[in-house]
């Protein structure tokens, strides 16, 4: 009787470190976007430009939101395994719901710190809580039939590219919303979709699709190898099709660097994602959550459990974080680059960033703690 309860816990914990390891990457690249401002990078980055330890920073945190919506939807799949498909739609529905309200306020406050906007950014947490309303209309659907879905989205989605709706307000709206970033204007608020949402509902059904493996059917060792071998799959369809240079992305350039080469061959597009985008770092992330659960004896690995248990009260906790230590710098030392205050390297970035881990963990564990000792409250269930 302990085994099984065992290998569940172990699972879990592979699912929540993975999540806390793509934290910890994300606040690098938030430090990026908080300190280093002068030195902005496009998307996908001009390569002749930027020097090759920002461009490994920012391709590093790519990995980021794709492995945010694919264990969302993994994650789903589990809710549902424990409860029934109405209370997993009504959860995801609800949950997704309340995610897209803190992406307008609390979110959206941090980045900008105007109240009432003038700007409203629809960024990951919008992607994540509209995928999840998406994903609740669809629980209880066959399995296979999301999972179809989903590749079809994602294999699928770069053949829009060359569609616009210039001119027909209405439908280049929901366009931007969909597959093309933009900005829906209007006379009280401008709204900048950052992350379409379309490829992220074939992210999000995939996700949702790989709980069959957790499922008591797949011994630790089964599913392990399921998933590391559906890991190396995207990654060498990855390899493929971008040698081919036909289709998935913008084309890469050889130079006569074979770094500068690198840089094109892996520079991706985000926003919104492409299928080149997609493989590669589900195919890093799948990998990951196996090598995480084999390490779950590791030292490294609790605060990686801690920080993944709580993710949505680290994102809130970090921005305003980052927000203060800005103003700070402003306060005490002013705009230093142009106009912004900045720091000169990049490895200044990962400083920082060290230092903000060890600041906020002890924060993190106590809520993390708070959380698991009250599971009876319902709204730390949306943290």
Same mark, same amino acid.
């Given at each position: ?101 803190l992406e307008l306020t609390l979110v959206n406050f941090a ?48 053949l829009l590219d060359q569609i616009t709706f210039r001119g ?50 797949? /011994? ?5 190898? #399921?998933?590391?071998? !559906?890991?190396? &799959?995207?990654?060498?369809?990855? *390899? @493929? %099709? ?21 840089? /094109? ?5 985000? #926003?919104?994602?492409? !299928?080149?985008? &997609?493989?590669?770092?589900?195919? *890093? @992330? %799948? ?21 993944? /248990? ?74």
């Open positions: 009787m302990i085994m099984p309860e065992v290998k569940i816990l172990s699972r879990l914990q592979s699912i929540d470190a993975l999540r806390g390891l793509v934290i910890v990457i994300m606040l690098l690249d938030h430090v990026r976007e908080t300190f280093y401002l002068n030195k902005q990078v496009s998307d996908p980055m001009n390569i002749l430009e930027t020097e090759p330890a920002l461009f490994g920073s920012r391709a590093l945190a790519h990995i980021c939101a794709p492995v945010f919506v694919l264990l969302t939807g993994l994650s789903a799949y589990l809710y549902q395994m424990k409860n029934t498909v109405a209370s997993t739609r009504n959860f995801l529905f609800k949950r997704g719901l309340f995610l897209i309200l980045w900008t710190a105007k109240f009432p906007p003038d700007v409203i950014y629809l960024q990951v947490i919008w992607a994540i809580g509209i995928s999840m309303v998406v994903l609740a209309l669809c629980v209880g659907l066959p399995r296979k039939a999301l999972l179809a879905v989903g590749l079809l989205i994602i294999f699928g989605h770069n027909i307000p209405a439908l280049e709206q929901i366009w931007f919303v969909l597959h093309e970033r933009g900005w829906i204007e209007s006379t009280a608020v401008r709204i900048r979709t950052s992350y379409p949402v379309l490829p992220w509902f074939g992210v999000i059904f995939v996700g949702y699709a790989l709980g069959y493996f957790f499922e008591s059917r797949f /011994s630790a060792v089964a599913r392990q190898r #399921y998933l590391l071998v !559906l890991g190396m &799959i995207s990654i060498a369809l990855f *390899l @493929g %099709l971008r040698s081919i240079n036909i289709y998935g992305d913008q084309p890469w350039v050889q130079y006569d660097s074979w770094g500068m080469t690198a840089m /094109s061959f892996f520079n991706l597009t985000k #926003y919104p994602p492409s !299928l080149f985008f &997609i493989l590669w770092n589900i195919g *890093l @992330g %799948l990998i990951l959550l196996v090598a995480l659960e084999h390490l779950s004896h590791f030292k490294g690995f609790k605060p990686l459990v801690i920080f993944g /248990s709580v993710p949505m009260f680290f994102y809130i906790l970090h921005l305003y974080v980052l927000k203060l230590l800005y103003v700070m710098g402003i306060e005490l030392f002013g705009p230093n680059q142009g106009d912004y205050f900045s720091v000169d390297s990049v490895s200044a970035l990962w400083l920082i960033t060290v230092f903000l881990i060890i600041l906020l963990y002890p924060v993190v564990a106590w809520f993390s703690r708070y959380k698991h000792q009250n599971k009876h409250i319902a709204w730390l269930k949306y943290f």
